[in-house]
């Protein structure tokens, strides 16, 4: 594992492969490095030749009253993970070269601002956008890999690289989740003991609901259904929102009849701890 600061080290760094034709793997991360982001890895190292995992925790894609300053940073951890994982090159930037003083671009995801993580986090998926992009131009993957646990963001990314015409290609892993079906994500190991024991209510609701889809349960009763389901596993937890949405768009759809896939989306606050959970699901099939 090499680890690299320097914007023009890592550029020059991945020349020597690049010319050789070699394959760029990318795997974008703001570190505290869990088995999902592992998984990510694997597929990397299965598709590509040179593996860059970058560890950047973005402050642009945080809002004022948002938990940067209390973002998990665990960077011995997170190398000791990338030498096992047979990663290549670390990447970790300085905040003051990705943004040089005086820096004035940002990308607008409009269209994703108005609804879900862009209704609650303003400028989030600005955020997100600006900072991948900058990535991918420094980076010049190959293929740049993703988690489906942030539906959202997968969207946002592969509108703005459709859009900006960046030459890779968006590749997605699974949700991992742990053994009673809670999604890994690095804000889990804040959650208190009750806590932890509620958010799996998040994944039961999310199954009930492609289960009754599958059977043929209209969109509203399936809702009220997981809602309830919810409010039994997780009394305390504070639901910003439980919905069936189009996959690229993130639009809200009005039935199962009307799709042949879309993704279910919630989102709920335990205690000071925001989780997000997604499963892609046909009810068309
Ligand atoms: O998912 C994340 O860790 C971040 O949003 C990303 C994609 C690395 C951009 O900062």
Redo the contacts with the bound molecule.
Sequence with gaps: LRTLRPIHEMRAALQPHQKEGATIGFV???GALHEGHASLIRLARMKCDVIVV?I?V?PT?FGPNEDYDAYPRTLDEDSRKLIDENVDFLFMPDAKEIYPSGASTSISMANFATEFEGAIRPHHFDG?AT??AALFNIVSPTIAF??QK?AQ?VAV?KRMTRDLHFPLEIMVGPTIREADGLALSSRNRFLNGTERQEAVGLSKALFLMEKQALAGVGLEVARSAALELLTHCAPSAVLDYLEAVDSETFRKIGSFEAVETCTIVIAARFGKIRLLDNIVIRPGK
């Design positions: 974008p991360t703001m970058s950047f973005n894609q997100v900072v991948v993703f988690g942030d963001q990314v």
